[in-house]
């Protein structure tokens, strides 16, 4: 079993930043995916960013140039650094990890709220 408990949300002002941390524990292997979500009220829960084990990263294209994901590997977490945030930002993220030692897993944390105003 995988815990992730996320931090780091909070209320900001356009163009201000936040930066996400979640922090992973429990039966973690060692090659894995961790990454955020956010799922706007009335949306589908939309991938935000993700990063692997080796360090290979995604973005989706609405944050591209702004957000940057990152992970500290010996202690499980993974980061994610918003700069230039606007309010269409705003929503509840989530982090999220996905392995494959035992056959597909995937955990997901409760989420962070990011609010943005305008």
């Known amino acids: 079993q995988v815990q992730l408990v996320e931090s780091g949300g909070g209320l900001v002002q356009a163009g201000g930043s936040l930066r996400l941390s979640c922090v992973a524990s429990?039966?973690?292997?060692?090659?894995?995916?961790m990454g955020w979500y956010r799922q706007p009220p009335g949306k589908q829960r939309e991938p935000v960013a993700a990063?692997?084990?080796?360090?290979?990263?995604t973005y989706a294209d609405s944050v591209k140039g702004r957000f940057t994901i990152s992970r500290d590997n010996a202690k499980n977490t993974v980061f994610l650094q918003m700069n230039n945030l606007q309010p269409e930002d705003t929503t509840v993220y989530y982090c999220?990890?996905?392995?494959?030692?035992?056959?597909?897993?995937?955990?997901w944390g409760q989420g962070t709220q990011v609010t943005v105003s305008s």
């Open positions: 999220n990890l996905e392995q494959y030692g035992l056959g597909r897993r995937v955990y």
């Open positions: 429990g039966s973690i292997f060692s090659i894995n995916t």
């Open positions: 990063i692997t084990s080796g360090g290979s990263t």
